[in-house]
């Protein structure tokens, strides 16, 4: 196991388009958590999954995003109708059950919306 | 008001010295603590865990007073390779992580 992996790495999309983004959890990681980062500020908070239970969602969560754990293992993260503001870096990361260990992150994915 | 505050910085120090940073939270129900690192466009790191009683790992020694929801990081001797991002976590009991904007250190030759 390598740890958390993400596709793509980057990724440019013109407004309005959708996207979809792919996260492969550490395998014996239960808990899948989607973040996303701009420039000077911390991760923040989209959502996450206990096995394939989507527990939470940030009311930042417009919408316009949609993410799934189908069976519990890999996850997507789905943005309809993109726009400037969603230009980000999406971060996925896993944990252990409450994660009071700690997060693995991966290497994230650079959303650039023209 | 953030949840998770943390001084931005920068924190220019040379190579050797010791420097601190603070963090606060505002949830008094947080359960767990922790340092991450991250490098410049790249993800963050687990750094280490925030014991009540305190933990130190090498030259890195974190500390959590509950009472007035403050968290420091003390970094001994310090590298260059030490430069990065550190951003504060907090935990709530149901184990989505809270994170600081992060403070930034520039260690100089």
């Known amino acids: 196991d390598t740890g958390v992996s993400q596709d793509p790495r980057h990724k440019i999309t013109k407004r309005g388009q959708n996207v979809t983004f792919r996260c492969d959890p550490i395998s014996e990681h239960n808990r899948l958590y989607w973040y996303r980062q701009t420039l000077g500020q911390g991760p923040e908070f989209l959502t996450y999954?206990?096995?394939?239970?989507?527990?939470?969602k940030s009311r930042l969560l417009s919408d316009r995003f949609s993410a799934e754990r189908p069976k519990g293992s890999f996850s997507t993260l789905e943005i309809q109708r993109t726009e400037q503001g969603d230009s980000a870096m999406y971060l996925c990361?896993?944990?252990?059950?409450?994660?009071?260990?700690?997060?693995?992150f991966g290497s994230g994915t650079r959303l650039t919306v023209v | 008001r953030k949840e998770v505050e943390q001084d931005p910085g920068p924190f220019n120090v040379p190579e050797g010295a010791t420097v601190a940073f603070n963090c606060t939270y505002s949830?008094?129900?947080?359960?767990?603590f922790f340092w991450y690192r991250q490098d410049c466009r790249k993800e963050p790191k687990l750094l280490m865990s925030v014991y009540s009683s305190g933990n130190e790992d090498g030259r890195f020694t974190a500390q959590l007073n509950r009472a007035s929801q403050y968290i420091s990081l003390l970094i001994r001797d310090s590298k260059l390779s030490d430069s990065a991002t550190y951003l504060c976590?907090?935990?709530?009991?149901?184990?989505?992580?809270?994170f600081g904007d992060g403070t930034t250190l520039t260690v100089k030759p």
């Open positions: 990361a896993s944990s252990s059950s409450g994660g009071n260990y700690g997060y693995t």
């Open positions: 999954f206990q096995n394939e239970a989507q527990l939470e």
């Open positions: 949830n008094s129900a947080s359960q767990s």
């Open positions: 976590v907090v935990n709530t009991n149901a184990g989505k992580s809270t």
